[in-house]
Structures are given as structure tokens and as C-alpha cells.
């Protein structure tokens, strides 16, 4: 996944905290589709990466199999990853599929990148609620959204085993 994002709003650092919060890197994916890695674009990055893994060495007391290594070129996931949770829910893919008929918009939608993390469970109901109306869904749309929100996607919308 390749964020952009605005460091006046939020640092890198931060951004590696959550990406430590969000898996548990002391599993190794053989798979190389699956393996978890950070892509740094300056010496700075590099070092807050390299940083922030080994405070997770630590802190689990085991290896973190982790990759830190420069950014090259960048490949979008075949199409049926692309976002994926939203997906999943029939009426917000349906909104989301009438405006944006092209993969490649759908894609590159904030609206649709922030429905989708919604749709994944992150987020809170109440930040939802705050940005709801800048989304672009119909009430319809809202109201499922909203309704995931409030008992959560994973439950709602279990992946599958």
C-alpha cells in the first residue's frame, strides 16, 4: 500500500506507529505477496523506520521480520484487491461503482479510500459521523456505513477462513 499523506497533519512517525499497531511483524510470511515491508524515500525515513522496528524488537523480544528498504518503482494489487472491504458491502460498492465506473478512479478516491478504511473497521463513529457528508453517499449509503460503524465491519463483513 503506498500512503500519501500530509505532515502537517500527521508526522511519519506517527504513521509508523500505527503501522506497528496493525499486525503482529514478529510472524514471517513466506509468501512474498504477503511479506510486510517499508519503503523509505530519504535517509530521514530510513531511520525513523529502522528505529521504530527495533523499539519493536524489544518490545516483543523476538525478531521482527520487517524489511526496511528504498523505494522503487510502485505496482497497484490486481483489481479484485482494490478496495477491498468496501467492497464487500453490496450498497456502498454499488454507490461507489456509479461514480466511479473506472477502476483506476476508484482507486486514486479519497472518499472511497476513507469509506473503505470505515468499512474496515477503522475509524470511529464519531469521526464518521464529523466527515459523513463529505463522502458523496446517498442516506441509504450513510445508513449502512453508519450501521457498520456502530457493530463493526469485522463482524458484519467477516473475511473468509
Known amino acids: 500500500m503506498r500512503i500519501t499523506y500530509d505532515p502537517?497533519?500527521?508526522s511519519y512517525r506517527d504513521l509508523l506507529d500505527i503501522f506497528w499497531s496493525l499486525y503482529d511483524p514478529a510472524v514471517y510470511y513466506a509468501p512474498r505477496q504477503y511479506m510486510s515491508i517499508i519503503f523509505y524515500h530519504n535517509d530521514e525515513q530510513k531511520r525513523l523506520a529502522e528505529e521504530t522496528r527495533g523499539l519493536k524488537e524489544g518490545e516483543?523480544?523476538?525478531k521482527v521480520w520487517t524489511e526496511i528498504v528504498p523505494a522503487g518503482g510502485f505496482y497497484l494489487a490486481e483489481d479484485y484487491h482494490q478496495k477491498y472491504y468496501l467492497?464487500?458491502?453490496p450498497t456502498l460498492a454499488a454507490?461507489?461503482?456509479?461514480?466511479?465506473p473506472d477502476l483506476e478512479a476508484l482507486v486514486s478516491s479519497t472518499a472511497a479510500a476513507r469509506v473503505?478504511?470505515?468499512?474496515?473497521?477503522?475509524?470511529?463513529e464519531d469521526g464518521?459521523?464529523?466527515e459523513l457528508g463529505s463522502l458523496g453517499l446517498s442516506v441509504e449509503g450513510e445508513e449502512k456505513l453508519l450501521e457498520l460503524?456502530?457493530?463493526g465491519l469485522k463482524a458484519a463483513c467477516p473475511l473468509p477462513s
Open 87 to 89: 467492497r464487500r458491502v
Open 128 to 130: 464518521l459521523r464529523e
Open 149 to 151: 460503524a456502530g457493530r
Open 116 to 124: 473503505n478504511g470505515y468499512a474496515a473497521g477503522f475509524g470511529t
Open 8 to 10: 502537517g497533519r500527521i
Open 60 to 62: 516483543l523480544g523476538q
Open 95 to 100: 454507490e461507489f461503482e456509479a461514480i466511479y
